[in-house]
Structure formats: C-alpha cells, structure tokens
Nanobody
Framework: VQLQASGGGLVQAGGSLRLSCAASGFTFSTYAMGWFRQSPGREREFVAAITRSGSSTYYTDSVKGRVTISRDDAKRTVYLQMNSLKPEDTAVYYC?????????????????????WGQGTLVTVSS
C-alpha cells in the first residue's frame, strides 16, 4: 500500500496550491479519503474528507470556502485545492485512506479510524 502526496511548496498569502495524493496497493474506490495537516508543536488535525462515492465532502471550519477536496477513481488520486492561503495553513499535509463507512460525513473526522497514510507534503505560506 502506498499513498504518495505531492504538490506542496512555498506560496505567498492569498495564493493557491493543489495537492495530489496517488494511491496504490488497495482498492481505491472502496475507501473514503482524507487530508490532515500537522504544524510544528501541534497535533495532526483533520482538514477535509470525501466519501468513497465522492458524493459527500466534509471540511474543518477553518478551511471552509477556501479548500476543495475531490477524487478521481480512474487515476486513483485524491486532490486538495487550496485557495486564499493563509500563514496559519503552513503545515505538512498528509493524505489518508479509510475503509470503514461513515453514515454522516462528519464521521470521517477521527484520525484513528484511517487505515493508510501517506508521507506528507510541506506547505509553507509566507505573509
């Protein structure tokens, strides 16, 4: 199993980045996917998630309206489009895969329920 995150980098406040996470080694279409982030000295936190069907998404409040998660099952890839970036978005971003179903999108938040994790990609937003 492998989750390969990419697309991070240095961007000025107000700019945009698109993160990608390419999956292999498991049946991608049967997993919900999530993005998490971790900044120095802080715990890893939920950012966004998308159900296995792609019909529902969920975002943490701090990124709502600025971030969009999407998936392309044919490419086995999940994306995180981030706009209007702020310095507080600076973190290492991780993608994760979860097999257990969620009846409601907010049930995709708990970090401990994800089965597979990528290695992370660093996003740095300068002020």
């Amino acid at each position: 199993v492998q989750l390969q995150a990419s697309g991070g980098g240095l961007v000025q406040a107000g700019g945009s980045l698109r993160l990608s996470c390419a999956a292999s080694g498991f049946t991608f279409s049967t997993y919900a996917m999530g993005w998490f982030r971790q900044s120095p000295g802080r715990e890893r936190e939920f950012v966004a998630a998308i159900t296995r069907s792609g019909s529902s998404t969920y975002y943490t409040d701090s990124v709502k309206g600025r971030v969009t998660i999407s998936r392309d099952d044919a490419k086995r890839t999940v994306y995180l489009q981030m706009n209007s970036l702020k310095p507080e978005d600076t973190a290492v971003y991780y993608c994760a895969a979860r097999y257990r179903t969620a009846k409601q999108p907010d049930q995709l938040v708990p970090i401990g329920l994800y089965d597979y994790w990528g290695q992370g990609t660093l996003v740095t937003v300068s002020s």
